[in-house]
């Protein structure tokens, strides 16, 4: 057989480059600026999102509305408030002049029922400027480790979380099951990162010292361009080995267990049965007072000891008085008595 020959297809046999594919001059990762008055004509459709908020939340939300309101109106965007379905919806109008602003509404009415505060909000209404709304509930199942976890996160007092707001220029919110993050979309992803790995068991000082180490490596300029692994720590997981429990194996025997007696059977061992409803009462009532008193002679009896102890107890103390301690106490009171005239004890 003949070897066949590869076809090799030409996608780019009628494309052209343009004039910014080559051109050092401009950033493609700059986002555009957009000023009112640069968008010809409306909007064609009205663009709307809507969020529902906890109660507690309602008086804040209520209070920071005509702030929340007043901000939006600046970019043409409509907001309301309904306490009745306890919601928020922003809407667009046609004096809308920046189509990403909707977005921009929608992720601050998100953060405002995160518990988040207003100032914060609006601070995505700036370029370069996002969001985001990191779950972390579903990281483990057992409720007291997540409660743990996300303690760890927190710190001692905040100390964790303000270590990391400072080292990513974040605003960080740990609020119930999700953290609420505002920033640049690059320190997002960082932040995310930590967060991931602290409620997967990580602890977050780890991922704190690698950022300090690459901060002070971004200010030398020596170092913009090489690797910077070998500066950063390694840490190796340890995982504690679990105590084997040796389970003791049952003796195989094929006969059935023995079956547990019903409830009228230990009635009618025990003679309850046959009498009727008022003997068993007064049958419980004799139980009763005879637990009682049973308790009763058991407090006396435990009394009197502790009466007994404390009199034997007081009866040495006396006796540990009127003995003498010292040698020399010994010797005056024989000379005393006249019996010895000198007494050498030792």
Known sequence: MSEQQEVVKNHKKYRKDKPWDNDP?????????????????????????????????????????GMV??????????????????????KTT?????????????????????????????????????CDI????????N?????????????????????LELLTDCYIMV??????????????????????????????????KELMIKRELSKDENMQ??????????????????????KKKKEYTPFPPEQQPRKEDLLMASGEYFLNEKQRQQKKLEEKKKKQQLKKQQQQNQDGEEEDQQQ???GEQQIQKNQPQDIEEIREQIQKSGKLKKVKLF
């Open 25 to 65: 001059t401009i950033d493609k990762w700059k986002i555009p600026e957009i000023q009112p008055g640069e968008m010809n004509g409306s909007l064609l459709a009205e663009s709307s999102f809507a969020t529902l908020f906890p109660k507690y939340r309602e008086k804040y939300i209520q209070e920071v509305f």
């Open 69 to 90: 309101k007043k901000s939006l109106k600046d970019h043409g965007i409509r907001a309301e408030l309904n306490l009745m379905e306890g919601s928020l919806t922003v």
């Open 94 to 130: 046609n004096k809308t002049w920046d189509p990403w602003a909707i977005m921009k509404a929608r992720d601050i009415i998100k953060l405002l029922a995160r518990s988040v505060p207003v100032q914060q909000c609006l601070r995505l209404l700036e370029d370069g400027t996002f």
């Open 134 to 141: 990191i779950k972390i509930r579903s990281y483990t199942r």
């Open 143 to 163: 409720k007291e480790k997540f409660v743990k976890r996300r303690q760890r996160l927190i710190g001692p007092n905040g100390a964790t979380l303000k270590a």
């Open 175 to 208: 609020q119930g099951s999700t953290v609420s993050v505002i920033g640049n979309w690059k320190n997002l992803k960082t932040v995310r990162k930590v967060v991931v790995d602290t409620m997967q068991n990580v602890h977050p000082i780890y991922s704190i």
């Open 225 to 246: 361009n090489e690797n910077w692994d070998r500066f950063l720590p390694h840490f190796k997981k340890q995982n504690q080995k679990k105590k084997k429990v040796i």
């Open 312 to 314: 034997y107890d007081h």
